[in-house]
């Protein structure tokens, strides 16, 4: 008995013991719990505080960022016009029926309606900020874009319309394809190592001045070209209307192309430094040059993404005709003009192309930088290495 007595005193003794750990632990816990609780608290009030202040300035800067005189009311109409249809976009991508299920078709209905929520943000820190969004939105904005545009490709198969429309499908997604590229041209000033990034859209930049050629050629009066060109042209854009606003949007279509790949001439000749040299070294105070060169590429982008979305919409029967051709012609033909010199409705004392001024290098930059170029390839090529490497054996020291 007295054996059974010991046993169960000391038992009793180990849950004691037990429940006294169970209990330190378990209040732990709650302490912890509390503690992370406070935080994620402060966190959220901190993001709330953050964001409040946010809006505030934006509020603020509506009136106190407006740009002078008649350049600050072409910014607000055609931002205020932008943001509409970008907006009316959206609505309708939520409650559009797609035609294809598949994983290229939600990826781009997707990144279309990221691509709207991401420039949108950048309008409004250029309008009512008069700053930039950071790298970190640079990034996401061109992984956005050109997923946009990958997805695009597949899905064309299911466009009934006519042949004309699915050809200038394909020139409108060259021209923001194309943009991606500026958009690296604009960051690399920060960013050297950017100008390889950008080399390969030399290949988009050529493919949208041929595209764009096309409309030309097809619209022009018979005998102003040999019959061959003119006849292959027609055959490309088969269902092209002779109106004017054809016209209008072609020609400056054209136009674009033509200045584009100027551009990137230019800037594969000067290089980043030389490309943006003068601008930062010249303007002096606020440089809205150097800052809207940020931004350029993807409100051209947004525009013409918008109004390709638009033409479905027409499609479908739920815009007019009339209506999207009007706004093609005001956002997609006159509007990349306007975001070019966007720099000049802010501030109309800077020049009109900085990029041109300064001391050109004799030699261009990419035959004088070609030795940066295997640097540059070694690191993935490093990275995917040390990704698949295996542990050395142990051996004996030497």
């Known amino acids: 008995n007295e054996v059974v007595a010991e046993d169960v005193q000391l038992l009793e003794k180990?849950?004691?013991?037990?429940?006294?750990?169970?209990?330190?632990?378990?209040?732990?816990?709650?302490?912890?719990?509390?503690?992370?609780?406070?935080?994620?608290?402060?966190?959220?009030?901190?993001?709330?505080?953050?964001?409040s202040k946010w809006c505030q300035n934006v509020w603020n800067g509506i009136g106190a960022n407006h740009a002078p005189g008649v350049g600050g009311i072409v910014e607000d109409s055609f931002m205020a016009l932008l943001a509409a249809v970008s907006l009316f976009s959206l609505f309708q991508m939520a409650f559009l029926k797609r035609k294809s299920n598949s994983f290229s078709g939600l990826m781009h209905t997707a990144t279309g309606a990221m691509q709207i929520g991401i420039v949108l943000y950048a309008i409004i820190e250029e309008r009512c900020l008069r700053e930039s969004p950071g790298v970190l939105w640079a990034v996401s904005t061109w992984i956005i874009f050109m997923v946009n545009n990958i997805t695009m490709w597949p899905l064309l198969k299911y466009f009934r319309g006519p042949e004309v429309q699915r050809v200038l499908f394909k020139l409108a997604y060259s021209f923001i394809i194309s943009f991606q590229g500026i958009h690296a041209v604009a960051w690399s000033y920060q960013y050297p190592w950017l100008y390889w990034v950008v080399m390969p859209y030399w290949f988009w930049s050529v493919k949208k001045l041929f595209e764009s050629s096309d409309n030309i050629l097809a619209l022009v009066p018979e005998g102003s070209v040999p019959s061959a060109i003119q006849e292959s042209a027609k055959r490309r854009v088969k269902g092209i209307q002779n109106d004017t606003p054809t016209w209008v949007y072609s020609i400056l279509n054209f136009g674009g192309a033509v200045f584009d790949n100027l551009y990137m001439a230019v800037y594969t000749w000067r290089g980043p430094s030389g490309f943006w040299g003068w601008s930062a070294a010249?303007?002096?105070?606020v440089n809205d040059h150097?800052?809207?060169?940020?931004?350029?590429?993807?409100?051209?982008?947004?525009?013409?993404?918008?109004?390709?979305?638009?033409?479905?919409?027409?499609?479908?029967?739920?815009?007019?005709?009339?209506?999207?051709?009007?706004?093609?012609?005001?956002?997609?033909?006159?509007?990349?003009?306007?975001?070019?010199?966007?720099?000049?409705?802010?501030?109309?004392?800077?020049?009109?192309?900085p990029e041109l001024n300064g001391d050109w290098p004799a030699i261009p930059y990419l035959v004088d930088h070609l030795a940066d170029l295997p640097a540059l390839l070694a690191i993935p090529l490093t990275l995917l290495s040390a990704g698949t490497m295996t542990p050395a054996a142990p051996g004996l020291p030497g």
């Open 14 to 51: 180990a849950v004691a013991g037990l429940e006294r750990s169970v209990e330190k632990d378990f209040q732990a816990a709650e302490r912890l719990a509390s503690q992370e609780a406070s935080e994620a608290s402060g966190l959220l009030g901190t993001w709330v505080a953050s964001v």
């Open 290 to 353: 150097l800052r809207t060169g940020l931004v350029k590429p993807c409100f051209g982008s947004l525009t013409i993404s918008v109004l390709v979305f638009l033409a479905t919409l027409v499609y479908r029967k739920k815009v007019d005709q009339k209506l999207a051709l009007a706004l093609n012609v005001v956002l997609a033909s006159v509007g990349p003009w306007l975001i070019l010199y966007y720099h000049k409705l802010v501030d109309w004392d800077e020049p009109w192309q």
């Open 282 to 285: 010249n303007i002096t105070g």
